[in-house]
């Protein structure tokens, strides 16, 4: 009784904002990497501001959601290591600040890590699947 109580009076509105959150940023991931994909040179500083704005936003988001992966960690680590999405959650992060490393280098690899990113994050919105039972 009292766990539904908290799950209907807080954790439930943090469990949806988390959801759309995470979808609002795979939306902007998306656009960013295609709207890099179609340009010449994604390095070029003569993009337009909504595509700068796009990569400033999608990096502090991935530096965003590491710093919460680590504070879970420290929280609760043998209940972190064991969670399957977390290694999903991770990696996937790295791969998108490996795209920009690799992009600020202008290293053609960052075309696979941007593949594998999407791919990887995209596996990550499983996690919020439960939110409405």
Same mark, same amino acid.
């Given at each position: 009784? /009292?766990?539904? =109580?908290?799950?209907?009076?807080?954790?439930?509105?943090?469990? #949806?904002? =988390? &959801?759309?959150? $995470?979808?609002? @940023?795979?939306?902007?991931?998306?656009?960013? *990497?295609?709207?890099? &994909? +179609?340009?010449?040179? !994604?390095?070029? @500083?003569?993009?337009?501001? @909504?595509?700068?704005?796009?990569?400033?936003?999608?990096? %502090?988001?991935? /530096?965003?959601?590491?710093?919460?992966?680590? %504070?879970?960690? #420290? =929280?609760? !680590?043998? &209940? $972190?290591?064991?969670?399957? *999405? +977390?290694? *999903?959650?991770?990696?996937?992060?790295?791969?998108?600040?490996?795209? @920009?490393?690799? =992009?600020?280098?202008?290293?053609?690899?960052?075309?696979?890590?941007?593949?594998?990113?999407?791919?990887? +994050? $995209?596996?990550?919105?499983?996690? $919020?699947?439960?939110? +409405?039972?």
């Amino acid at each position: 009784m /009292l766990t539904k =109580r908290k799950w209907e009076k807080y954790a439930s509105f943090w469990f #949806r904002f =988390r &959801a759309w959150n $995470y979808t609002i @940023f795979l939306t902007a991931l998306s656009t960013d *990497f295609m709207m890099a &994909a +179609n340009s010449v040179d !994604p390095v070029r @500083f003569g993009k337009t501001r @909504f595509f700068q704005f796009l990569e400033v936003w999608v990096i %502090s988001m991935t /530096l965003w959601f590491i710093i919460d992966e680590i %504070s879970e960690l #420290r =929280r609760e !680590p043998v &209940a $972190y290591i064991k969670d399957a *999405f +977390n290694y *999903f959650d991770l990696s996937g992060y790295s791969l998108i600040l490996a795209t @920009f490393l690799f =992009r600020f280098l202008g290293s053609d690899v960052q075309w696979t890590c941007a593949s594998l990113a999407i791919g990887i +994050n $995209y596996i990550g919105i499983f996690k $919020y699947s439960g939110a +409405n039972q």
